[in-house]
Structure formats: structure tokens, C-alpha cells
């Protein structure tokens, strides 16, 4: 458990599900006094919702930092979070049960989370998901709990883990630009032999583009890896919706 009594600490935790319900994970982090992650955990669910993905990975962070420790949350979940701060106390006077008169949905979760904020000081903060200049906090809980969906194997600080790997597109961006400034012919002489090159990637790349189906996407996603893709950004088709063709190829 973690203990730091005489300071406050700054948090993300978040969960990732692939299909909804489908393979999901759970992850949590904490930054040490200038915001670089210190300790983390990431752990698989099998088969759940992102629902269940959120609150287990707020959950799971609650247990593992020692009640009288002052605690900032940053969450992309506004679900997980007006479950506990806004909707919470009005389920328990209805004895766990919606304005509608239905069961709490992951109530056991719910009661759990209530259970670990009892007594102690917490503020949650929202943070949106998937920003280019977003929180470094958050955006290492989801990727870290979209490795853990998707491997659905434990990681973490305490394991030895390496940082969660970035998304595939991520990976790609900065060679791929060295790789277009490089590519210019040196001198005229080599002119007709570039454009016979040309022809040659082109007609390859037109056939390889058509084989592989990919496309500009025209609005923002999330890959069956559970990294979102951008507006613009070259997606494939895969089995189970629009991605990352590199998610495609390993799949």
C-alpha cells in the first residue's frame, strides 16, 4: 500500500474495453511532484464492459493508496465518475436503486468505491480522453490499460514493467517524416531512373492500398486495440470495425 502522509498525491486511473463488452483492463498511475508517473498497475478483467473497466481501475487505485493520503483523481470517465460523486448518494437512499426504480448497474463495484472513500479526502478531476496536448497522466493509464485488455496479462512498476508502449500511429510518425526529407534525388541524372521508382511504389502502393483497404479517416475513433485514432489518419478495415492497420496485421 502506499503511504505518503504528509503530502497530497496526483493520480489518473482509467479502463479499456475491446468491443464493449469485450477483452478489457484496468490501470492506474501516480506522478511524483513534477508530473512524471512514479508507480503504476495495470491488470486484465477478461471479458467486460468499459463500465466495469472504469470503476475497477478507480477501485483498485483507492485500495492501493492508504486512506489518510489526500488524493487528486484524474479520470476520462464522466460514467465512473458521477457514479460515485453525483448519482451515489441518491442510490443509497433508494436502496441501491435508479430514479427509474432498476438495480444500480455494477453495483457491487459502486459499493466497493464507497466503501474506500469513506473517511478520506479526495478530489476527482475530468480530464478529456484521447487530446493531442491531453493529460500525460491519464494518457498513461490508457495505455497502460489497453495493453493489459489486450495482453491481458499484469503489469506495472512494482513487476518491472517498461512504460506502456505508445499507439502504433504514434510509433510511426517520426520516421516516417525522416524518412519523406530524405527521400529527395540528389542530381537531374537520376531523374528518369527516380521516375521509373516512382511508377514502380506508386503502382505497388496503389495495389497494396487496395488489398489492404485503408482509408483517410474522416472523423475521430478508437482501434480495436483500444488507442483512438484521429481525423485524418490512415485506418484499415479490420475484423471488427476501423483501425490502426498495424492492429490489423498483428491481429
Not at 71 to 80: G, V
Request: charged letters at 25%.
Amino acid at each position: 500500500m502506499i503511504r505518503r502522509m504528509a503530502e497530497r498525491v496526483i493520480a489518473a486511473c482509467d479502463g479499456a474495453s475491446k468491443g464493449n463488452p469485450g477483452p478489457a483492463g484496468w490501470a492506474w498511475v501516480i506522478a511524483d511532484g513534477t508530473g512524471t508517473p512514479t508507480e503504476w498497475e495495470a491488470g486484465p478483467l477478461g471479458t467486460a464492459t468499459n463500465n466495469v473497466a472504469e470503476l475497477t481501475a478507480l477501485e483498485r487505485l483507492l485500495a492501493a493508496v492508504e486512506p489518510g493520503v489526500p488524493l487528486e483523481i484524474r479520470m476520462d470517465s464522466q460514467y465512473a465518475m458521477k457514479a460515485v460523486t453525483t448519482w451515489l448518494p441518491g442510490w443509497k437512499r433508494k436502496g441501491w436503486k435508479t430514479a427509474a426504480g432498476k438495480p444500480v448497474a455494477n453495483q457491487d463495484l459502486v459499493v466497493r468505491i464507497d466503501e474506500l472513500l469513506t473517511g478520506r479526502s479526495v478530489e476527482f478531476r475530468y480530464v478529456p480522453a484521447h487530446q493531442v496536448d491531453g493529460d500525460a497522466l491519464n494518457d498513461f493509464a490508457d495505455r497502460a490499460a489497453s495493453q493489459a485488455a489486450f495482453v491481458q496479462e499484469p503489469a506495472g512498476s512494482g513487476k518491472g514493467s517498461p512504460e506502456p508502449p505508445k499507439s502504433p500511429a504514434a510509433k510511426k510518425a517520426a520516421p516516417s517524416r525522416k524518412r519523406a526529407s530524405s527521400a529527395a534525388p540528389s542530381s537531374s541524372a537520376s531523374s528518369s531512373s527516380s521516375r521509373s521508382s516512382s511508377s514502380s511504389r506508386s503502382s505497388s502502393s496503389s495495389r497494396s492500398s487496395s488489398s489492404s483497404r485503408t482509408l483517410k479517416a474522416k472523423f475521430p475513433g478508437r482501434c480495436r486495440c483500444g488507442r483512438a485514432y484521429i481525423a485524418g489518419e490512415t485506418i484499415a478495415k479490420n475484423a471488427d470495425g476501423w483501425g490502426h492497420p498495424e492492429c490489423r496485421t498483428e491481429a
